[in-house]
C-alpha cells in the first residue's frame, strides 16, 4: 500500500495496475486515479505559469484607474460608494505583498 501523491488516500499500486493496465500515472507519478493525475498536472501547469516574486510570492499591489457612482451630500461630501462600473487593467509598478520587492511589470514565463 501506499499514498497517492495527490490526493494522499492509500491505495494498492499493484491492484491499480491490474485494473488500469501499466499507464503512467499507476506508475511514474504515484497517482490512485487517471483523476488524480489530471488534476495534479493541470495544478502543476497553472502554477508553472504565474509570475512569482523572487520570494516566492504570487501576489502583488498595483494600481487601476476605476470608474464608480457614489452618494454626496448637500454639500458635496462624500457619503457611501455604490459600486464600480468601469475599471481598466491593473497597471505597475507592481509590488509584492510579502518582500515589498518591486517590479515594473509582471512577465509571462
Request: net charge negative; glycine share 4%; hydrophobic share 20%.
Amino acid at each position: 500500500m501506499t499514498n497517492c501523491k495527490h490526493c494522499d488516500k492509500e491505495y494498492d499500486v499493484v491492484e491499480t495496475q491490474r485494473v488500469f493496465g501499466d499507464v503512467p500515472w499507476t506508475y511514474t507519478y504515484g497517482m490512485c486515479s487517471a483523476k488524480c493525475y489530471t488534476d495534479h498536472q493541470t495544478k502543476y501547469q497553472v502554477e508553472d505559469k504565474s509570475f512569482k516574486c523572487e520570494c516566492g510570492n504570487t501576489h502583488f499591489r498595483a494600481h487601476q484607474v476605476c470608474h464608480h457612482d457614489i452618494v454626496v451630500d448637500e454639500d458635496n461630501h462624500f457619503v457611501v460608494d455604490k459600486g464600480v462600473y468601469d475599471s481598466k487593467t491593473p497597471f505597475g509598478p507592481y509590488t509584492c505583498t510579502e518582500c515589498d520587492r518591486e517590479y515594473e511589470e509582471i512577465l509571462d514565463k
